[in-house]
């Protein structure tokens, strides 16, 4: 099993950035792809972007429209979200997920897999 903790969520201004960590720590072969759900309320958990950490193999939601980028630092064994251009509609918690394999992480359901506690993103107007 792998934990996972994150941080980095806030408020900010519509427009604005914000960067999210996730910090890995256990069975390393369990965290070959990372990502990252969020959760508006009210709605179901959707995948935001993921990444293969030994290819840095990308995949991202078309929502994000290349203004996310997820990246690792493998020397921390953390995993980013620069999120830019943020509107109203991307508040939502945001969730740090682990798997070994990019396809399986993709269909991670809550409960399911490893996941971390969450950080909460505001985007105000």
């Known amino acids: 099993q792998v934990q996972l903790v994150e941080s980095g969520g806030g408020l900010v201004q519509a427009g604005g950035s914000l960067r999210l960590s996730c910090v890995a720590s256990g069975r390393t072969l369990s965290s070959a792809a990372m990502g990252w759900f969020r959760q508006a309320p009210g709605k179901e958990r959707e995948i935001v972007a993921a990444i293969v950490r030994r290819s840095s193999t990308t995949y991202y939601a078309g929502f994000v429209k290349g203004r996310f980028t997820i990246s690792t630092d493998e020397a921390k064994n953390t995993a980013y979200l620069q999120m830019n251009s943020l509107q109203p509609e991307d508040t939502a918690g945001y969730y740090c997920?682990?798997?070994?394999?990019?396809?399986?992480?993709?269909?991670?359901?809550?409960?399911?897999?490893?996941w971390g506690q969450g950080t909460q993103v505001t985007v105000s107007t």
């Open positions: 997920a682990a798997n070994s394999f990019m396809a399986a992480l993709k269909l991670m359901t809550p409960g399911s897999g490893s």
